[in-house]
C-alpha cells in the first residue's frame, strides 16, 4: 500500500519570505499524481498543485511550486513571497494512476505566517 | 449545486446514539469519498462510490461504520451505537469520475462529530 509521510508538523515563516514543506512517499508503481493540498480553518481542502510523475518539469502555479524528485521518493512544496493568507494546514497526497482511484494523505503540516 | 454541501456543520451526540451525516456532491459527479479527520492528523479514507459498481468500503473501520448513494446523488455516512473515539471531522468528497480525480477532489466543509 502507498503511504504518504510529511516529517514537519509544524512551520513558521516570515510574511514575504520564503518557505518549503516536505513530503515523502512509498509506492510501486510508476505512474501516479502528487498533490498539495491547503485546509484554512474554514475546513474546506483547496487544491494548491499538482505534479504528474511521468513529467520532469516541477509544476507551477503563481508563487507555488513543488520540487518533484522520483528517484528520491520526494515531493516538497515551496512557497515564496508568503502571506497570512498562506497561513492554513498543508496536505500532501498520492493518486495511483492504476486501480484505485482514492487520494492518499500525509498527515499534514501547519504553517504559520509572521507579521 | 456549486460545491459539495455537507449537513449538518456540527453534530454532538450522546455515546451509544446513532448518528447520519449528509453529503450532497456536485451534480454530474458520479465518483464520492468519504474521509475521517481526527484531531490534528490527516485525513484516513472511508468508503468510496463510483456510479453503480459496489462501493469500495476497505476503509471503514468497524461495522459501526455504514454508508449509502443513491445513483449519483446523495450519500449518508451512519455511524451506529457512537463511540468517543469516532469524534472526528467527516470530510466528503467528489470528482467528476474515476479519471477526474487527477484534477483533484472537490471536497465539502465537514461535519464535526463529538461524542460525549
Not at chain 1, 518549503?20 to 487544491?47: A, G, N, V
Not at chain 2, 449509502?68 to 470530510?91: F, K, M
Request: hydrophobic content about 30%.
Amino acid at each position: 500500500a502507498q503511504t504518504v509521510t510529511q516529517s514537519q508538523p509544524e512551520m513558521s515563516v516570515q510574511e514575504a519570505e520564503t518557505v518549503t514543506l516536505s513530503c515523502t512517499y512509498d509506492t510501486s508503481e510508476s505512474d501516479y499524481y502528487l498533490f498539495w493540498y491547503k485546509q484554512p480553518p474554514s475546513r474546506q481542502m483547496i487544491l494548491v498543485i499538482r505534479q504528474e510523475a511521468y513529467k520532469q518539469q516541477n509544476a507551477t502555479e503563481n508563487r507555488f511550486s513543488v520540487n518533484f524528485q522520483k528517484a528520491a521518493k520526494s515531493f516538497s512544496l515551496k512557497i515564496s513571497d508568503s502571506q497570512l493568507g498562506d497561513a492554513a494546514m498543508y496536505f500532501c497526497a498520492y493518486l495511483g494512476y492504476w486501480g484505485a482511484q482514492k487520494l492518499v494523505f500525509g498527515q499534514g503540516t501547519r504553517l504559520t505566517i509572521n507579521p | 449545486g456549486a460545491g459539495v454541501s455537507q449537513s449538518p456543520s456540527n453534530k454532538v451526540t450522546e455515546k451509544g446514539k446513532d448518528v447520519e451525516l449528509r453529503c450532497d456532491p456536485i451534480s454530474g459527479h458520479t465518483a464520492l469519498y468519504w474521509y475521517r479527520q481526527r484531531l490534528g492528523q490527516g485525513l484516513e479514507f472511508l468508503i468510496y462510490f463510483q456510479g453503480n459498481s459496489a462501493p469500495d468500503k476497505s476503509g471503514l473501520p468497524s461495522d459501526r461504520f455504514s454508508a449509502e448513494r443513491t445513483g449519483e446523488s446523495v450519500s449518508t455516512l451512519t455511524i451506529q451505537r457512537t463511540q468517543q473515539e469516532d469524534s472526528a471531522v467527516y470530510l466528503c468528497a467528489s470528482s467528476l469520475e474515476p479519471e477526474g480525480a487527477v484534477d483533484g477532489y472537490t471536497f465539502g466543509s465537514g461535519t464535526r462529530l463529538t461524542v460525549v
